[in-house]
């Protein structure tokens, strides 16, 4: 397989030489990689699966960073299997995960708590799914190598979470990546153990790989707000085949107004709002022209629901009692979910305002009422 990073994307002979010396450790590592917002944790993660997947048939990905997450649209916590170098290092694709829940915000800080037991919980199944040994006449299971990415937010409340994740997940590797700019960097050496040296953690220090004309190394500037947006049109994009003539923002508006719902039984599901509270008089009127997520309920440990995809509720009719949903998950899929969770995350505000496209996300009569 080929590791060799895309083009237009620098690795710094630093980054080589972490990523070879996590990779070939005498053991499947877990690498945890941490750092900066914006200081390049995303691609170096990318880089360091690629070099993984020379040697690993398979490498195990945990997403903790909802904000900007790696291969799911925002707002979820994830576990995906991977099997495939990713070609070009600059673009993110979509990946169907192993195990995720919805957190249904782009930040930790309206309740660091829930993000936490949602980070141990996905971390607990990826223990005990590929770390266990079978026992009986089963062959014993290979331990997968793990890449934990982490949040930008390392100070304030963000350290602490940080702090709580490394000392929770144990981390074989421990990869810091630092820029120029002192204060907006991690403290220096093993800060999570209070002084305490443990031998067993490989703590990788190395330099963010983006320079200035001083040779210093720099934060990238991004637009996380429009990443958000094209993520979240990518995901519902897979709504419909490849081949379908959709390239445009105006193209995938009339594409999704347009294309059937499927009827999900009011009487078959319960609803949740993450993060606040609604009262029952308004669920529906909140619900309506909202993304939610589509969850099992009480599948999960601790009784936190897996989620298994995102879902538009394109319009409610309580007089049929059906929630009209739009979403690329399967027919399949769909007939497992009995709970929708509202959070934060809206549909992006260009596909409401296409020109000659009446949504009816925003049209006044899609809520009716008995």
């Not at 810091?176 to 960097?185: A, L, M, T, V, Y």
């Not at 308004?282 to 939610?292: D, M, Q, R």
């Not at 009719?317 to 899929?333: E, F, L, N, Q, R």
Request: aromatic share 8%.
């Amino acid at each position: 397989m080929d590791s060799t990073p895309s083009p237009d994307i620098y690795i710094p002979e630093q980054w080589s030489e972490a990523t070879d010396s996590i990779a070939y450790s005498s053991t499947p590592p877990i690498a945890l990689i941490c750092g900066a917002k914006n200081c390049g944790k995303t691609t170096f993660s990318r880089y360091l699966l690629n070099v993984l997947l020379r040697k690993y048939n398979k490498v195990a990905y945990l997403d903790t960073d909802v904000g900007q997450p790696e291969f799911t649209p925002p707002a979820f916590l994830s576990l995906t299997i991977v099997h495939e170098v990713t070609p070009d290092l600059t673009v993110p694709c979509l990946k169907t995960p192993e195990r995720c829940l919805f957190f249904g915000d782009v930040s930790s800080k309206r309740d660091p708590s829930t993000y936490l037991s949602y980070v141990f919980a996905i971390y607990d199944y990826y223990q005990k799914e590929y770390c266990t040994s079978d026992r009986g006449e089963n062959p014993r299971r290979m331990k997968l190598p793990l890449i934990v990415n982490t949040p930008g937010w390392v100070k304030g409340v963000g350290y602490d979470v940080l702090v709580d994740m490394l000392k929770y997940v144990c981390p074989t590797h421990v990869v810091k990546i630092s820029i120029s700019s002192e204060n907006k960097n991690l403290p220096a050496g093993e800060f999570w153990l209070d002084g305490e040296h443990d031998g067993t953690i490989n703590l990788i220090e190395i330099n963010s790989a983006r320079q200035d004309s001083l040779n210093r190394s720099v934060l990238v500037q991004k637009d996380a707000r429009l990443l958000r947006d094209l993520r979240i049109m990518a995901y519902f994009r897979q709504c419909f085949s490849s081949d379908s003539n959709i390239s445009t923002i105006k193209e995938l508006a009339h594409a999704l107004a347009s294309h059937c719902p499927y009827e999900v039984p009011i009487a078959s599901i319960k609803i949740q709002h993450l993060h606040c509270e609604v009262p029952n008089s308004e669920i529906f009127y909140s619900l309506n022209a909202t993304i939610v997520g589509l969850a099992v309920d009480c599948e999960g440990p601790e009784n936190l629901p897996w989620c298994l995809g995102l879902g538009i509720v394109r319009g409610i009719d309580m007089v049929k009692g059906v929630v009209y949903v739009i979403t690329p998950a399967p027919h399949s899929t769909l007939e497992r979910v009995n709970l929708l969770l509202q959070g934060y995350i809206q549909i992006p505000a260009c596909l409401l305002q296409v020109q000659g496209c009446m949504s009816p996300y925003v049209s006044a009569n899609t809520l009716t009422t008995s």
